[in-house]
């Protein structure tokens, strides 16, 4: 079963958006590190976390997931600091703010989530859950592996339904 946000997020994906699959590239925790340090000299205040299959040292997409971790009412005054970094948003949710742009091969998106707000925390638990049990760990990387050639709605799905079990939804 999936949720009500989880729907309205799947309506955005294009019918036609196919999965990509590639194995873990050790580089894109370099870049993570460099992307994190810059983040940190301009916000020394605010937690940032890289989540996502490649902390997790599994197949993925080749993509870069990285969360900064701000209450929502003070997203604007954090917001100047951003743009020096990462340029104009890309995307902005009701509680979250977010950039996505390319950067040594690898596809990357730095939010500016609420960490308040129920998503933000299930995508935390979730990705702890993962990194601290092998065994569900496995599981997700066969979901993942299993998706390649999928639509990337179809792989969501899987996706969700498999975060949505382990939650307890």
């Known amino acids: 079963m999936l949720t009500e946000g989880q729907i309205k997020y799947l309506a955005t ?8 699959v590639k194995p873990f590239n050790p580089k894109g925790l370099e870049l ?3 992307i994190i340090a810059d983040i940190k000299s301009a916000e020394p205040d605010l937690e940032v976390v890289c989540l996502g299959s490649l902390p997790l040292k599994i197949a993925g997409q080749e993509d870069i997931d990285i969360s900064v971790f701000c209450i929502k009412e003070e997203q604007p005054k954090h917001l100047d600091n951003f743009k020096k970094l990462f340029g104009e948003p890309t995307r902005k949710g009701t509680n979250s703010i977010g950039w996505d742009f390319q950067k040594e091969g690898f596809s990357v998106s730095v939010w500016l989530p609420d960490p308040t707000v129920e998503t ?7 990705f702890n859950m993962l990194k601290n049990n092998p065994e569900l760990l496995k599981e997700y990387e066969e979901i993942k592996l299993s998706a390649k050639g999928l639509t990337y709605k179809e792989y969501q799905i899987r996706k969700y339904e498999f975060y949505n079990k ?4």
Do not use: H, S, Y
């Open 166 to 169: 382990i939650l307890g939804l």
């Open 32 to 34: 993570v590190d460099r």
């Open 13 to 20: 994906i294009p019918d036609d958006q196919r999965m990509t």
């Open 120 to 126: 933000t925390r299930a995508q935390v638990k979730v």
